[in-house]
């Protein structure tokens, strides 16, 4: 679709129809003249696209006093939607984002009667692109599409329109961008008319036929931009490492997490078995074939005489519990270190830069067994920090950027004595392992004996997640961007499987070896693996399947992460080595 132009101008042919109509209506003193006298964004239309999910179906029939549209009218089909938009005088609807997340407003799970059209035709299912086997890849791939270079150079121009300096005024008029005056935010002024009847009139009219967004841009929206890289990117197909150092020797490495400030360089945070800490600088350097390596320092601390009083977390855990990734987080701006599994019930934050004790953290009865840390970037007001005990409860806490501590009481910047923000129930027995998205709003957790419960960060419960065979230990769970959800299992040789956005089971991978660590890409698209069969893989998140396996490693595979531009994979092994590998994305999409 050309973004440049508003859906009623995409068909040049309707288009001189609508603009005949404009001309004959510049005469009318009482009604500004306009392209369409309908909108691109009502609650008829959105609840036309979402009649065969609840709440909006029976929404729907309340709208249309207790009956579904005319089975002609009805949304059936892709290809039948696209062609009225390109045709009908009355339809210039814009998708809805329920298009690039949700594949059950495609099925008919409620087995509504929505009847047959004029041919026949039973109205079920949504029909789909040939290019979609499933609603599911239809969602996916039409995900893709919007977040594809090609839509990526033109949506500015969309936003123009919608947003921006082209939704009013002489632009909007060059652009065919102009709809029913009531449509307009203060178009119309309610208080000031006095008429009951006719108040009520262009009230229904604005709440039932559409409104425009508040104009946000008067100047041209810029194109997205690319990353701005200052070396060459030519694709590194290579599966054997570019890098290799020892961060504790014969000491499995936990956990690992980079941060990178610029393409060229970063921080790699690492902790290992024994809670010493490792604070490494990373560059990046070219090659002599002009391929991009990186070149990871040792932290300069650890040689030193202080090393164990500056690089090692003050407390030793609690005997029972084994140091892993779950058991650790670092803040997002790398100045503070969140480990969990002390004998005190608590979850404690050190500083990167000294190793002293800033914060204990109280809330459990019983062991603090897992956390996760994730940046809000929607709020920009910090993270949410989630713990898990024995104790078979999770719960919900922010993490304050400008306190640079946890935050307690109602009002989540006071320094008050830390309090959670939800507390999630649902398990009976001790948690094992969680996952938080921020952007998403979901936790998730999993307890002994392999329960797994989808909470809101508020904590609603949203779904329980079940696979296929029969596990009892949850080891590790990821949430993609997508809200997709990634379970791994330990026991019965280890199963990895994947969930969509409703808890609805998307495939499950028994495994040849079992996997120790995930990483998932930042668009949600793919998985990094690594475990006991001492190689890193790379698989496919909505199959799992195995798009790439590197070169084995010295050891198994404890800990994975990326860097920020997703050039390079870092490894922590049980040897106590850090071994990255080059990461190309582009090579599987």
């Keep these: 679709r050309d973004l440049s132009k508003p859906v009623g101008a995409l068909n040049p042919d309707r288009l001189e129809k609508f603009e005949e109509r404009y001309e004959l209506m510049s005469d009318d003193p009482a009604i500004p003249p306009f392209f369409y006298g309908t909108h691109y964004s009502t609650a008829a239309f959105t609840m036309g696209w979402l009649i065969r999910v609840e709440p909006f179906a029976s929404m729907f029939l309340q709208l249309q006093s207790g009956k579904f549209d005319m089975p002609d009218r009805t949304f059936a089909s892709m290809a039948m939607s696209w062609q009225n938009c390109l045709e009908d005088m009355a339809d210039v609807k814009e998708l809805i984002p329920e298009h690039f997340y949700m594949a059950d407003m495609f099925v008919n799970k409620n087995q509504f009667a929505f009847g047959q059209c004029h041919d026949g035709h039973t109205v079920n299912h949504v029909e789909l692109p040939p290019w979609a086997k499933s609603p599911d890849e239809f969602v996916r791939l039409h995900n893709l599409a919007l977040e594809s270079e090609q839509v990526s150079a033109t ?15 002489e632009e909007a008029l060059k652009a065919k961008n102009i709809f029913y005056y009531l449509t307009y935010e203060g178009a119309a002024n309610i208080d000031s008319i006095e008429n009951p009847v006719t108040r009520e009139a262009i009230k229904q009219q604005i709440r039932n036929f559409g409104q425009t967004p508040t104009r946000v841009l008067r100047e041209p929206h810029p194109p997205r931009n690319a990353p701005r890289l200052s070396y060459p990117l030519p694709i590194n197909s290579t ?5 290799q150092i020892p961060i504790t020797r014969d000491v499995p490495v936990a956990f690992v997490t980079v941060r990178s400030f610029t393409p060229q360089s970063g921080l790699v945070t690492s902790i290992s078995c024994n809670q010493t800490f490792a604070v490494n600088r990373m560059a990046v350097t070219v090659n002599t074939q002009s391929v991009p390596e990186p070149l990871v320092e040792t932290d300069p601390v650890l040689s030193s005489r202080n090393s164990s009083r500056y690089r090692r977390l003050g407390e030793p855990l609690d005997q029972s519990i084994t140091p892993s990734s779950a058991c650790y987080s670092v803040t997002e701006d790398h100045r503070h270190i969140i480990a969990a599994g002390y004998w005190d019930y608590s979850f404690k934050c050190f500083s990167t830069e000294s190793g002293r004790l800033v914060q204990s953290v109280f809330g459990h009865r019983d062991l603090v067994t897992c956390i996760a840390y994730s940046p809000d970037t929607v709020s920009g007001r910090g993270a949410v920090l989630v713990s898990g005990s024995r104790d078979a409860t999770v719960l919900v806490w922010h993490w304050s950027s400008r306190l640079q501590r946890v935050a307690g009481g109602e009002h989540v910047q006071s320094a008050e004595m830390a309090s959670p923000q939800a507390i999630l129930t649902g398990h009976e027995l001790p948690i094992i392992c969680v996952a938080a998205h921020a952007d998403v709003g979901k936790v ?10 989808v909470h809101s960060t508020s904590g609603q419960v949203l779904h329980s997640l079940r696979t296929v065979f029969v596990c009892l230990q949850p080891h590790q769970v990821c949430i993609t961007s997508q809200g997709h959800v990634l379970l791994l299992y330990a026991d019965n040789g280890g199963l990895l499987s994947v969930f969509d956005n409703n808890g609805v089971l998307l495939a ?16 949600g698209q793919f998985v990094l693996c ?11 998140c909505h ?44 090579l599987w999409q």
Aim: hydrophobic share 40%.
């Design 155 to 169: 949506l500015h121009q969309w936003i123009d329109l919608i947003f921006g300096f082209k939704q009013r005024g």
């Design 239 to 243: 599966t054997s490492s570019v890098m």
């Design 444 to 453: 998730v957790s999993c307890s002994q004996g392999g329960r797994c419960l």
């Design 508 to 523: 499950a991978s028994k495994l040849e070896n079992q996997l120790l660590a995930l990483s998932v890409s930042q668009d």
């Design 530 to 540: 690594g475990g006991l069969g001492r190689c890193v893989e790379v698989r496919r």
């Design 543 to 586: 199959d799992l399947k195995t798009v790439q396996t590197y070169s084995a490693c010295e050891s198994s595979v404890r800990t994975i992460a990326t860097t920020n531009d997703e050039r390079f994979i870092l490894a922590g092994l049980a040897s106590g080595m850090l071994v990255a590998f080059p990461l190309e994305y582009k």
